[in-house]
């Protein structure tokens, strides 16, 4: 697309933007407020979190770390933010992943945004009320994560799942809230 059609495509969709709210069908306050209501089960997930993790390789070994996590809102409650570290028994951190969850009230659907190891996909989510389940298509399988919280204690398990095929556990971390975080909301710039 050149310069130009790129520049009239942006103007026309502000243009558009512009026409729908003079005219009154974008309500940002029950958007914003929809979206608030549904990040509210996530809560459960805010703070500072400490403990063992394992990943299992496909040959049955096991790699073990200490995982940490740190979640917290931004936007008013209206998403989630989580920063995860892994580290090595050496005190090196080989692992190092963040993610946003993000809700639609205009398609009903929650968002997994990743960022890891090099990598970033949008992938979906389910929310419950003790956690949430989101998952990767990886070809002929999917890696699904499923994490729930209960009595101070943060359960996550992935499993490799072919069709036809009994789940594979692949990952499992066992974390505890070790306290509040004031992450990342902290340190935000001031107007003075």
Not at 95 to 102: L, P, Y
Request: charged share 20%; aromatic share 8%.
């Amino acid at each position: 697309m050149n310069r130009h059609r790129l520049t009239l495509c942006t103007l026309i969709g502000c243009a558009l933007s512009t026409a729908s709210l003079a005219a009154g069908t974008t309500d940002a306050a029950a958007l914003l407020a929809a979206q608030r209501q549904s990040m509210q089960p996530l809560s459960i997930f805010d703070g500072a979190w400490r403990g063992p993790a394992k990943t299992i390789g496909a040959d049955g070994k096991e790699i073990n770390i200490t995982q940490t996590e740190r979640v917290g809102a931004l936007l008013n409650g209206t998403i989630r933010v989580i920063e995860g570290r892994g580290y090595a028994p050496d005190g090196t951190s080989p692992f190092n992943a963040f993610a946003v969850i993000s809700y639609s009230p205009q398609t009903a659907k929650y968002n997994f945004r990743s960022y890891a190891q090099g990598y970033s996909g949008d992938f979906p989510l389910e929310v419950r009320s003790d956690g949430f389940t989101w998952s990767i298509n990886a070809g002929p399988a999917t890696l699904r994560y499923t994490a729930t919280v209960k009595d101070g204690v943060w359960l996550e398990i992935g499993e490799r799942i072919v069709e036809g095929r009994p789940p594979v556990k692949t990952f499992e971390m066992t974390l505890r809230r070790i306290g509040n975080t004031d992450w990342p909301v902290a340190g935000s710039v001031q107007p003075q």
